[in-house]
């Protein structure tokens, strides 16, 4: 299980790996999975993942297993006075409330509901040639349907990172070396 975050503010990876981070025990970690493009911070427990856009910025962070690297999320915060929320926050999305991402969310479904029961309507859409457009419709709806499921599974926790507040656990890294920049 995974979970993605996204800043606030446009932090490059120039500044991020520049070594600001090292006065938390925050380090660039080299291993199999990581490139140009997909780096990944540690705080010598946990491990944080770096996707990075074509111009050298942050795209999104993302925690993968059981790391907990609140603490790489906490150093990444108050360095660069930015916050951090998670893909179950409205903000991740790009909306300021939850009623906002609601709303999104239902428009977003009531369009694709339109379209799918047009399709019904109209013979002429049931052809061949429309059949890719009509399996992207049916796909994008049962993606619809098994993230709102599990919205309603997960409660909504508020992870915006200011405070360190956690013990980390040790993992084992294999295949990895950290880099002193």
Request: with cysteine.
């Amino acid at each position: 299980m995974s979970t993605d975050f996204s800043l606030s503010k446009k932090v490059s990876a120039r500044d991020l790996f520049g070594g600001q981070l090292e006065k938390f025990g925050v380090r660039e970690l080299i291993g199999p999975e990581t490139n140009e493009r997909i780096r990944a911070l540690s705080d010598g427990c946990d491990c944080l993942m770096v996707y990075l856009t074509d111009d050298g910025f942050v795209s999104f962070l993302s925690r993968n297993g059981p790391n907990t690297p609140d603490k790489i999320l906490v150093a990444i915060a108050e360095t660069f006075e930015t916050e951090i929320f998670s893909e179950h926050q409205p903000q991740f999305w790009g909306f300021n409330t939850q009623e906002e991402w609601d709303a999104g969310i239902k428009e977003l479904h009531d369009r694709h509901q339109r379209e799918f029961y047009a399709v019904e309507q109209d013979a002429a859409r049931l052809q061949p040639e429309n059949k890719d457009r009509l399996e992207e419709i049916r796909a994008f709806y049962e993606d619809l349907v098994r993230e709102a499921s599990a919205k309603a599974r997960r409660a909504t926790r508020k992870m915006t990172f200011r405070k360190r507040d956690r013990s980390h656990k040790a993992l084992d890294f294999k295949n990895v070396e950290v880099r002193d920049e």
